[in-house]
Structures are given as C-alpha cells and as structure tokens.
C-alpha cells in the first residue's frame, strides 16, 4: 500500500497574512471616527490609545500619521493629533473635488462598458449595514466602484486621495440629518442609468447627487458648480 505523497510548498496554501498592529489600530480609529464615536475635534492622545489597543505608542503614532495624510486626522505641534474638524468650507473644497472629477470618470467608466458588479454588491452592503461606520465605508465603496475603471488610472488616484475626507464630511451630516435613505434611492437610480449605458445621464444624475449633498447637509455658502 503506497502512502500519500507529502504535499509540496507549491501544493500547501500560504497562511493566511496576520494584520500588523498599526493597521489594526488604523482601522479602528478610522471605524470610530466615520461611526461617529470620536467626534470632530476630539484629540486622540497617543498614551490612551495604546493603553486602550493593548500596544506600543509606536503602531498609534503610525496609524495616526496615516490618517492624517488621508485627512481624518489634524496633527498639531502644540495641540497633538485631533479628529479633522468639519465645517461647510472644508466640505465644500472636498466635494467640489468630486463634484469636477466624478462625473466625468463615470460617464468614462459607463462609455468603457465597464462592469459594475462591485457598485451593485455595495448597494447591498449598505442596505443591511448595522451602524454609521459600516454604512458610510459601503457608500465609499459604490462612489470608488463607479470610477475606478474609467481608463485613467491617475484620475482614479486623485478620487482615491479624497474618499476618507468625504466619508467624515458623511458621517458628520449624518449625524445631524440621516438622510442617507434618500442618499440609497439617489444611489440605485445613477446605477440604473449606468447599467443602462447612459453615460451621460449617469453622469448628470451623479453631479446632482453630490451637489444636492451639500446643499442639505451645509446650507448657506453658495452654489456648488
């Protein structure tokens, strides 16, 4: 009787990977933040975060540098590192970003005939979402999946570049109005136009989806274009 050939490292699946303790720690504080349970504002005090992750202030300091650089996070000389505080200019320099750039990468991504299965799947996601956080990180997802095969890889990068500010300027709105039910009928009806190959229409749809945003969540500072 032969026995079973030992398998060969090419045969065994690798381990699964073991999150490192920053981004561990980074995408708790994120969670926190885009659910709302660290406020804009509050400071995030490195000694209090490592005693409350169980680790060192080292991974915290990382985690919080990363956050800065994508906008969640303010880092002072003076005052350390704070929740980014949301007011209607900071709101409305993100959204004008998206309300130039998005548009047009999905009226690209539509005329590519690319899929959009990952839109659809977030859709999803969103509707059975238990919290703030969950839901806001499966808004992100629709919006990226609506422009991340528009063709121009550096375009989709710079969209990338604001999505953690838009979500906390989501977050904040939220908090105050939820209105995101509206938000979900907003999302379905581009998708539909998107699926449909109305590129144009999509793209319209989505710039009055932004830009009606704002409107309701921060009234009084003008017109966005």
């Known amino acids: 009787m032969t026995s079973a050939p030992t398998p060969t490292p090419a045969s065994v699946p690798p381990p699964a990977p073991i999150p490192s303790r920053t981004q561990f720690v980074l995408d708790s504080i994120k969670h926190r933040i885009l659910g ?14 490592a005693r409350a992750y169980g680790v060192s202030k080292t991974p915290v300091r990382e985690a919080l540098k990363t956050l800065a650089g994508t906008g969640l996070v303010e880092m002072s000389q003076y005052k350390g590192a704070t929740v980014r505080t949301v007011d209607a200019a900071m709101a409305r320099e993100v959204y004008d970003v998206r309300l130039l750039l998005e548009p047009e990468a999905l009226r690209r991504t539509v005329l590519r005939g690319a899929p959009l299965d990952a839109a659809r799947e977030a859709l999803v996601r969103a509707d059975a979402a238990e919290d703030a956080a969950e839901r806001s990180l499966a808004n992100r997802e629709f919006h990226r999946a609506l422009y ?78």
């Open 36 to 49: 709302g349970e660290l406020s804009p504002g509050q400071p995030l005090i490195e000694t209090e975060l």
């Open 148 to 225: 991340i095969d528009c063709g121009n890889p550096l375009l989709g990068r710079l969209l990338d570049g604001v999505r953690d500010q838009a979500a906390l300027v989501s977050a904040v709105a939220w908090a105050a109005d939820p209105s995101w039910v509206r938000e979900a009928t907003e999302h379905e009806h581009i998708l539909r136009l998107a699926l449909a190959g109305d590129q144009d229409g999509a793209a319209r749809a989505l710039h009055e989806h932004i830009a009606s945003f704002v409107r309701r969540a921060f009234p009084g500072g003008g017109e966005l274009q």
